[in-house]
């Protein structure tokens, strides 16, 4: 994917950058743009401008924040989770202001390899920027070590709390499979596809060490833990 500059020194790295808020978004977009070896080949504001942009330009790599529009929860991993699926080789660096576990691991979930966790108030400038979307690029990982302490430290304090493991998007997704819906009615719920329910499904059931029994007994345990860890339960 990298393109030469003339004098032969070193590749460009193609970058799309997704961020909603327009202070952010110019302030990094700046960081790219004087960085040499960092092309910015497009910027959006949002998840379907984003994923058009990636389609369009095919960049190297992709610099997104974690919460945009539509919905504000998790865009930043679904646009991850998308490009994993779609377009394996192109990497994704995440930007957040949120050191919570549960998103880093929905980012790895599929592999670290050409992914990146960083923290917003801790990239001290362009050239952190620019050093991590080179390792990024090239397939390898960053993830800040604040977040890293606190994976640490939660694991530590929570050994047997399978639920704090799950995503934002699976603890939806558990919560609406405790209300006795089918896949096809969590999707038309949650406004997301069968099959993006059946992965995440399955992903949730991995973390609750279900992952061997039958789907039927599965499901209902899956809905015996959420409701046991409910105010009540």
């Given at each position: 994917m990298y393109e030469w500059y003339a004098r032969g020194s070193m590749p460009t790295i193609r970058v799309v950058l997704a961020e909603d808020n327009a202070l952010l978004r110019e302030g990094i977009s700046h960081m790219i743009d004087v960085e040499e070896e960092l092309d910015l080949v497009g910027v959006a504001a949002d998840l379907p401008?984003?994923?058009a942009l990636v389609v369009e330009h095919e960049p190297d790599v992709v610099v997104t924040d974690i919460r945009m529009p539509p919905t504000g929860t998790d865009e930043g991993i679904q646009a991850a989770s998308w490009i994993r699926e779609n377009r394996p080789t192109m990497g994704v660096v995440v930007l957040s202001q949120y050191t919570a576990p549960a998103y880093a691991l929905a980012l790895l979930e599929d592999g670290s390899a050409g992914r990146a966790y960083l923290l917003k108030e801790r990239v001290a400038g362009a050239h952190e920027l620019s050093r991590t979307i080179r390792v990024v690029?090239?397939?390898?990982?960053?993830?800040?070590?604040?977040?890293v302490d606190e994976l640490v430290r939660a694991r530590a304090k929570h050994p047997k709390s399978d639920l704090e493991w799950l995503t934002p998007r699976e603890s939806?997704?558990?919560a609406?499979?405790?209300q006795g819906k089918s896949n096809g009615a969590i999707a038309k719920s949650l406004s997301v596809?069968?099959?993006?329910v059946e992965k995440h499904s399955n992903a949730i059931?991995?973390?609750?060490?279900?992952?061997?029994?039958?789907d039927?007994?599965?499901?209902?345990?899956?809905?015996l833990v959420y409701l046991g860890a409910q105010p009540g339960g």
């Open positions: 401008e984003l994923l690029a090239s397939g390898g990982s960053v993830i800040d070590p604040n977040v939806e997704i558990l609406e499979m405790a596809s069968e099959r993006a059931f991995s973390k609750l060490g279900l992952s061997e029994e039958r039927l007994n599965r499901r209902v345990k899956a809905v």
